[in-house]
């Protein structure tokens, strides 16, 4: 493995070059003492900045949820590619990544990198369910638009948030920092609202179009408009020696359903998400 294209990725220079080589060389010890340093950020995070003093946010599933989300295999492999470790490994990505935060760690003691690394506040605020979790809306209506989270930063527990184009910083101080940032989104959140600059599913991929209706649901879904779509199709007999096919499509949080049949399975399914689009957007 190139040690220095690896420092080059991480955009740091090890002071003991030994425990970047024992690193590169995926040593049980590194990945045992990684997986431990996932657990304390995690946990740290979690409890000190979000979950105390009668936090509104605190719920225990939330937690779990969380928590679980940010160590299982499929979020480390995101995150190891996020930080471009594919370049010098094929697999065992995540091996390297909990290699890599282990070295890091005992050389440089900074864990604020290791937050950055595994994204741990995205990965919290993009949970939260609240229906009045303005830091959400917040973090959606900029990735929406300018396809990247707002910036952020704190004094202490005093919150800072900037949205893109917006020549305004929106300040909060609260018990936490995630209260204080919340209040601070509350307050862009107005903003966006009293100048008429919220988006709207129009906004992201116009008018139902029957042609690009299952693309258009699927674009909502990963601009966190709606929950992911969910297609059943089944066969649902034969006549005259064709096949009649039939597609159900539901989304969690809409009491709608809708349902087509048709002698392809393809346009049984483009039916039933031009049904369901126009009725999301009769509804916004």
């Known amino acids: 493995m190139d040690i220095v294209k690896l420092e080059q990725i991480l955009n740091y220079n090890f002071k003991n070059k030994s ?16 997986s ?20 509104p946010f605190c719920d225990i599933e939330l937690i779990n949820k ?11 492999l ?18 390297l990544l909990k290699s890599i935060i282990a070295a890091y760690i005992l050389d440089s003691n900074d864990m604020l990198k290791i937050e950055e690394w595994l994204n741990i506040f995205d990965a919290i605020v993009l949970n939260l369910d609240s229906n009045d979790n303005y830091l959400k809306q917040a973090y959606l209506w900029n990735k929406r638009k ?10 202490g527990n005093k919150a800072i948030i900037k949205l893109n184009e917006i020549d305004k910083e929106f300040i909060a101080n609260g018990n936490t920092k995630f209260i204080s940032l919340n209040e601070a989104s509350k307050e862009a959140y107005k903003y966006l609202e009293d100048n008429n600059l919220l988006l709207k599913m129009t906004d992201i991929v116009g008018y139902p179009d029957q042609d ?18 969910i297609y059943k199709i089944a066969m ?12 159900r499509i539901m989304i969690e949080g809409y009491k709608e359903s809708f ?20 009725y999301i957007m009769d509804l916004n």
């Open 19 to 34: 425990l970047l080589e024992e690193a590169s060389n995926l040593s049980d010890r590194l990945i045992s003492f990684g």
């Open 36 to 55: 431990s340093t996932i657990d304390f950020v995690v946990s740290k995070m979690i409890n000190e900045d979000l979950f105390i003093n009668s936090n």
């Open 66 to 76: 969380v928590s679980n989300l940010i160590k299982s295999d499929d979020y480390l």
């Open 78 to 95: 995101t995150r190891a590619d996020k930080i471009h470790l594919d370049e010098v490994i094929y697999d065992k990505k995540i091996e």
């Open 146 to 155: 300018y396809k990247e989270y707002p910036y952020i930063s704190f004094d």
């Open 212 to 229: 690009k209706c299952i693309n258009q649901l699927q674009e909502l879904f990963v601009k966190g408009f709606i929950n992911e779509p």
């Open 236 to 247: 649902k007999g034969n006549t005259n020696g064709t096949d009649i096919w039939k597609c």
């Open 259 to 278: 349902s087509a049949e048709d002698t392809s399975k393809k346009n049984a399914k483009r039916i039933v998400a031009f049904q369901m689009l126009k």
